[in-house]
């Protein structure tokens, strides 16, 4: 089944705590990207990667860290984490490596930072 | 940057009415304007976009419209059904830009 798929899907963390949460897609998919959800403030990117090795910043990239060292992985690195990041993550993927293109979501993960 | 505005934040409609949400972007260079449907507990899905060189397309009870000269686009749900409960997204991009700015969402509900 074509999917994205993240883990862990809920995870609850203190202040300062490093985490990582993947995102893998078996799609074979150049282009793949990290949104944030919070309520009232709709979906906004954190970074996003048009293909291996290459990544970019979205409109809200402080804290978080990416890599894209496989087509199929693109891993979210939070070094710090603090309160402010409390919130739900998607992982997308779409086929080419641009924004323009039909973009296909994970089930997200839901993150509490303490 | 791009900007993208969507209104209403919430709109509860009785089965079978229509439902009509609206949103209006500010980079006129946008060509992109997909649309997303959120159900609770899930990652968002495309369920129609449209591209600058048309007005208007349909899928079955979806439409979405476009008016370029206006700068804004909306999404037209017809005969509604629980099923239709949820929240929507609209978006814009343009041709080689790799980001997609979405709009703070719509959560519509379907009261049977």
């Not at chain 1, 993240?6 to 990290?34: A, D, F």
């Not at chain 1, 409109?59 to 992985?73: A, I, L, M, Q, W």
């Not at chain 2, 505005?5 to 997909?34: M, R, W």
Request: hydrophobic residues 30%.
């Amino acid at each position: 089944e074509a999917q994205v798929t993240q883990n862990p899907r809920y995870l609850i963390t203190v202040t300062g705590k490093k985490l990582t949460v993947t995102c893998s897609q078996n799609m074979n998919h150049e282009y793949m990207s990290w949104y944030r959800q919070d309520p009232g403030l709709g979906l906004r990117q954190i970074y996003y990667s048009m293909n291996v090795e290459v990544t970019d910043k979205g409109d809200v990239p402080e804290g978080y860290k990416v890599s894209r060292k496989e087509k199929r992985n693109f891993p979210l690195i939070l070094e710090s984490p603090s309160p402010n990041q409390t919130s739900l993550y998607f992982c997308a993927s779409s086929l080419i490596g641009t924004g323009d293109n039909e973009q296909f979501f994970g089930p997200g993960t839901r993150l509490t930072v303490l | 940057g791009e900007n993208v505005e969507q209104h209403p934040s919430t709109l509860s409609v009785q089965e079978g009415d229509s439902a009509v949400i609206k949103c209006t972007y500010s980079d006129s260079a946008s060509n992109y304007f997909p649309w997303y449907k959120q159900e609770l507990g899930k990652g968002p899905q495309l369920i129609i976009d449209i591209r600058s060189n048309v007005g208007e397309k349909k899928d079955q009870r979806i439409a979405v419209t476009l008016n370029k000269t206006a700068k804004h686009f909306s999404l037209h749900i017809t005969e509604t059904q629980p099923e239709d409960s949820a929240v929507y997204f609209c978006a814009a991009s343009r041709d080689g830009s790799y980001q997609l700015t979405f709009g703070k969402g719509t959560k519509l509900s379907v009261i049977p």
